[in-house]
């Protein structure tokens, strides 16, 4: 699924060609159950594009176009309409194609921006992090997928930044020391930044809204990698069940 990193690097290509410009038509495949956002979305004026948390934020000159990529979503500006294309942004200058192979994206127009997530994961505040999950009970992975705690973060990037700050995926996070906790939030923050810089993450299908697949799959140290040696002790990665995700962690680095 793409994360914070894929939807950052699909809005900041995408939204060069965005602003300014004014949906003329939302052509849809077989979502009828968008008919009422596109009837919404039409004739609307784009001001702004951002991230939001996993959401890519259309800011029109009425209302929100609220856009999640889903498990295989993707958006590509000016592309061909394809077998898995949903849905198609007609504007009056070029276009944006959602293609979405599992159709669990969705694309709706909302009076304001969603509401109900926390603090974004690269500008919340090492203080508020701690304090946060401190109050929070439950095993840490399961605790930096929930998007009500922190918003943006995902299974790929749980793992790799739990196995930086050599966290165990089960450990009890309101158990978690300041230190420990502080730390974490820091190996978040530098994952995160790495990730942005390298484009993402293409484990799939994920590709920005050129084309263009990510780099950051090549320096992941534990996601997907059972059975190998952990780059830091040589010890093999292993792969267990947390919150129904896949987990990824070294047993001699990360001890619990």
């Not at 038509?25 to 009422?36: E, F, H, M």
């Not at 192979?101 to 690269?122: C, E, I, Y």
């Not at 995926?169 to 530098?190: F, G, Q, T």
Request: aromatic fraction near 6%; include cysteine.
């Amino acid at each position: 699924m793409p994360e914070l990193p894929e939807v950052e690097t699909v809005v900041r290509t995408l939204a060069p060609r965005l602003v300014g410009r004014r949906i003329h038509a939302v052509i849809l495949k077989t979502r009828k159950a968008w008919a009422a956002s596109a009837a919404k979305l039409r004739g609307r004026r784009i001001q702004r594009v951002e991230r939001y948390g996993k959401y890519i934020l259309l800011h029109l000159d009425r209302g929100v176009g609220a856009i999640h990529l889903g498990m295989t979503g993707k958006l590509m500006a000016g592309a061909a309409p394809g077998a898995y294309t949903r849905a198609v942004l007609v504007l009056d200058q070029g276009r944006v194609v959602f293609d979405d192979v599992r159709q669990f994206g969705s694309v709706r127009w909302l009076k304001r921006p969603p509401d109900g997530l926390g603090p974004d994961a690269l500008s919340i505040l090492p203080d508020e992090f701690v304090t946060r999950m401190a109050q929070r009970r439950g095993r840490i992975k399961a605790l930096l997928l929930n998007q009500a705690f922190v918003r943006g973060i995902g299974n790929i990037y749980a793992d790799e930044s739990l196995f930086r700050a050599r966290i165990h995926p089960l450990a009890p996070a309101n158990r978690l020391s300041k230190d420990r906790a502080l730390r974490l939030h820091r190996c978040i923050v530098e994952v995160l930044s790495e990730a942005v810089a390298s484009g993402g993450s293409s484990i799939s299908d994920y590709v920005d809204a050129d084309g263009r697949p990510g780099w950051f799959q090549f320096q992941h140290r534990v996601y997907q990698r059972t059975g190998e040696p952990c780059v830091a002790c040589g010890a093999k990665i292993r792969r267990i069940l947390v919150a129904q995700r896949s987990t990824h962690y070294c047993p001699r680095c990360q001890r619990q």
